[in-house]
C-alpha cells in the first residue's frame, strides 16, 4: 500500500509540469548561469567547458560578425572587452524547456576602446539584451541574441536622438 501511495504521489507530482530537481531543463540553466559567470569574466580558458568547439551565434545587431565556433566567440568576447574592458553581465531571468534556455540580462561597461568607425566615448553603457541558447551534451551549441543598438549607440554618444 505504502509502495502504490509513493508511486502516485510520483505520478501525481510529474503530470503537474513543476520541473524536478534533476530534469534536463533545471541542468541547462545551471549550465547557463555558469556560461553567464565564465564568459563575464573573460576566462579564455574555461569557455570550453560550457561551450561546444562548433559553436554558432546569430544576431540581427551584428550581421558582419560570423560566429561559427568556439575560437570565434573567443575572438568575438576579446575584440568586445578591448572595447569595453570594464564590462559586466547581470542575468536577470532564466527560462527552460527541454535543450533550450531562454535568458534576460542586463550589459554594463564604459566604451574605452576603438568600436568599429567610432571612437572611444569614456561613457558608460546599461542595455539589457535577450536570446535563447540551444545545448547538447551539456554545452552551449548555439545562441539567437538580440539588443537595441540604437540605445546601445545612444548612450555612448555616437548616435544623437
Not at 33 to 56: K, L, S, T
Not at 136 to 146: A, L, N, P, Q, S
Request: glycine letters at 6%; aromatic letters at 10%; proline letters at 4%.
Amino acid at each position: 500500500m505504502k509502495l502504490l501511495l509513493l508511486f502516485l504521489t510520483t505520478v501525481c507530482i510529474a503530470g503537474t509540469g513543476v520541473t524536478q530537481p534533476n530534469s534536463l531543463s533545471t541542468k541547462n540553466k545551471a549550465i547557463v548561469e555558469r556560461a553567464f559567470e565564465i564568459v563575464g569574466n573573460g576566462d579564455f580558458d574555461r569557455m570550453h567547458e560550457v561551450i561546444a568547439p562548433n559553436y554558432v551565434r546569430h544576431c540581427q545587431a551584428t550581421p558582419d560578425i560570423k560566429v561559427r565556433s568556439l575560437e570565434d566567440f573567443k575572438a568575438f568576447i576579446r575584440a568586445d572587452r578591448a572595447v569595453i574592458p570594464d564590462q559586466k553581465f547581470e542575468l536577470k531571468h532564466l527560462v527552460a524547456e527541454d535543450n533550450y534556455v531562454a535568458f534576460y540580462a542586463t550589459y554594463t561597461g564604459t566604451q574605452t576602446g576603438q568600436m568599429g568607425p567610432f571612437p572611444p566615448s569614456n561613457k558608460r553603457v546599461v542595455l539589457d539584451f535577450a536570446g535563447v541558447h540551444r545545448l547538447e551534451d551539456g554545452k552551449i551549441v548555439e545562441t539567437w541574441i538580440t539588443w537595441d543598438n540604437v540605445a546601445f549607440l545612444t548612450q555612448l554618444g555616437h548616435l544623437k536622438m
